[in-house]
């Protein structure tokens, strides 16, 4: 789903067009707390993922956020083809990791 999708269905689900749109332009920021944490666990040698129900944007926001020097991997349900809470999209990125689940 692309965000203009996304966010016409956040209107068409509240019943107003308008206000999707505005929440829409809003740029989210990162938790400092959180970017803290990821790069303690990054320090110690602990791969740190991102796995979200995003949408095509995801890419681009991540790197205007900053975020990418935080994190070694995104993954996006947008591009995998399945969202959370499906097991398939864990699976995914298990699989994708080599990790055991």
Same mark, same amino acid.
């Given at each position: 789903m692309s965000r203009a999708e996304w966010v016409h269905e956040i209107g068409r689900t509240l019943g $107003?067009?308008?206000a999707a749109e505005e929440w829409g332009k809003l740029s989210p920021q990162p938790d400092p &707390?959180? /970017?803290e944490v990821s790069d303690e666990l990054r320090s110690r040698g602990t791969i740190? &993922?991102?796995l979200t129900n995003g949408t095509? $944007?995801?890419p681009t926001e991540i790197k205007a956020q900053g975020i *990418? *020097?935080?994190i070694d991997?995104?993954?996006n349900s947008a $591009?995998?083809?399945?969202?959370k809470p499906d097991q398939r999209v864990f699976q995914h990125v298990i699989d994708? /990791?080599?990790l055991e689940g």
């Open positions: $107003t067009y308008d &707390a959180m /970017l740190v &993922a991102i095509d $944007t995801i *990418q *020097q935080h991997y995104v993954f $591009t995998i083809g399945y969202i994708a /990791l080599g």
